[in-house]
Nanobody, 126 residues
Framework: DVQLQASGGGLVQAGGSLRLSCVGSGSAFDDCDIGWFRQAPGKDREGVSFISSRDGTTYYAESVKGRFTISSDSAEKTVYLQMNSLKPEDTAVYYC???????????????????WGQGTQVTVSS
């Protein structure tokens, strides 16, 4: 089993930065890759970024490339999402999610993920 706790959201002006954290626990956490998703009001949930705990491979949605950086600290069982140059359109609830290594086919598909954190609100004012 895996438990995830997301934190770090808040209110920031456009152009500002935030760092989200996703702390994992549970016996299976080390067998999982982690994705960050977000959902804005009235919109579908979308993939933001992904990191493989097996080899460190990372992926980003086109809308955040060059602005967001995903990283992990395996000793702390924590995955970070550094968000720079934030825009009002980045406003959403951000979730971290875990998927077992061997089950990943397309990191953007939220239904592939087995475990979800509770979400943290990010609001970017213009």
């Amino acid at each position: 089993d895996v438990q995830l706790q997301a934190s770090g959201g808040g209110l920031v002006q456009a152009g500002g930065s935030l760092r989200l954290s996703c702390v994992g626990s549970g016996s299976a956490f080390d067998d999982c890759d982690i994705g960050w998703f977000r959902q804005a009001p009235g919109k579908d949930r979308e993939g933001v970024s992904f990191i493989s705990s097996r080899d460190g491979t990372t992926y980003y949605a086109e809308s955040v490339k060059g602005r967001f950086t995903i990283s992990s600290d395996s000793a702390e069982k924590t995955v970070y999402l550094q968000m720079n140059s934030l825009k009002p359109e980045d406003t959403a609830v951000y979730y971290c999610a875990a998927v077992y290594h061997e089950y990943v086919r397309d990191w953007l598909l939220d239904y592939e993920y087995d475990y979800w954190g509770q979400g943290t609100q990010v609001t970017v004012s213009s």
